[in-house]
């Protein structure tokens, strides 16, 4: 992917928006996602309403960059200001830690609260390439907006729901309430 013109079309997406901004760092980071950190002394109004502000201009400058490079699919890319999705990441990270911990104490399946495919994914491969929790394995489940993750012991048999499965088959673990997840901005 072309980094110059990534940061380019976001300056001009900033300036066009009147949001400003002091300069536009692009890195590529391991899984082929592509960091793009804007430097604002006004972060805030780039952030706009829990993250609806840099959603929006996220969407844009993939949708602009996969129209550019002719790619079959959206790029990786992911926009952060004043390192607000990092901290998001992190949260995500944290509470996913305390729960392979119940899970552990119980032995039961617990089931995070719905959340994006990409914060999906960052769990997803957290658990996977800690190797304290090296015990623990990880599924997707539901549909949509209400897509989430089953947390569990890698031992316990995975139950593969077939169409004659009653729906309370398919997703029996524990339902965790007020876990952090609620606010997740992407």
Known sequence: MDNKFIESTLGQLLTFLSLPFDAINVTEEEG???RVDIVSNQASRIIGWHGETLNGLQHLLKSIVRSKEHLEKSPFIVVDVDGYRRMQ????????EQKADF???????????PMSPYFRRIVHLHIANTPTMSDLATESVGEGDYR????RMKDEKHHVPTSNSAPSEELSPVMAKDDGLENLDI
Request: net charge positive; proline share 0%.
């Open 103 to 113: 899970v552990r104490r119980t032995g039961s399946r617990i089931a995070l609260a």
């Open 89 to 96: 990441e992190d949260k995500v990270r944290k509470i996913a």
């Open 32 to 34: 082929g996602i592509t």
């Open 148 to 151: 989430q993750i089953v947390l």
